[in-house]
């Protein structure tokens, strides 16, 4: 089926256009140039564009990486206050990975939802908490 297209008049009207979609249940919206052709798989003539949570949770452990970081950090296993614990392997520099955030910090991550099981969904890292260091 085909979805019907909206051509974007300025920010305002994409922040509405998206807090539409969402309310419907929707996840998002695909932008792209209004000349652009199809091209399958990723490109830079389109941009999805979604909200996202953040949250905090404490670093647990560090877990090794493989392939292209074996031997530095691969993804943290972190802790909500709760108790649930998860990994965030996503949104590190590779600088970051080298001297990732000391167990025990504070980290800042953002996520999209949760699993029924509270797990956020998606988690990606975003920052040590400034008061808490590295």
Request: proline share 6%; net charge neutral.
């Amino acid at each position: 089926f085909i979805i019907p297209q909206t051509p974007v008049r300025d920010q305002e009207h994409l922040q509405q256009e998206l807090q539409r979609i969402e309310e419907l249940g929707g996840e998002g919206l695909i932008v792209r140039k209004p000349d652009a052709l199809y091209a399958a798989g990723r490109s830079a003539e389109i941009l999805k564009v979604k909200n996202y949570s953040d949250a905090e949770a404490t670093v647990v452990a560090h877990l090794p990486g493989k392939g292209r970081n074996d031997g530095r950090l691969g993804s943290l296993l972190v802790q909500l206050k709760d108790g649930t614990q998860f990994k965030i392997g996503g949104g590190f520099s590779d600088a970051e990975r080298e001297s990732p955030p000391s167990i025990g910090a504070v980290i800042t991550f953002k996520y999209y939802g949760t699993y029924q099981s509270g797990i956020p969904k998606f988690p990606s890292f975003l920052r040590v908490r400034q008061d808490q260091g590295l």
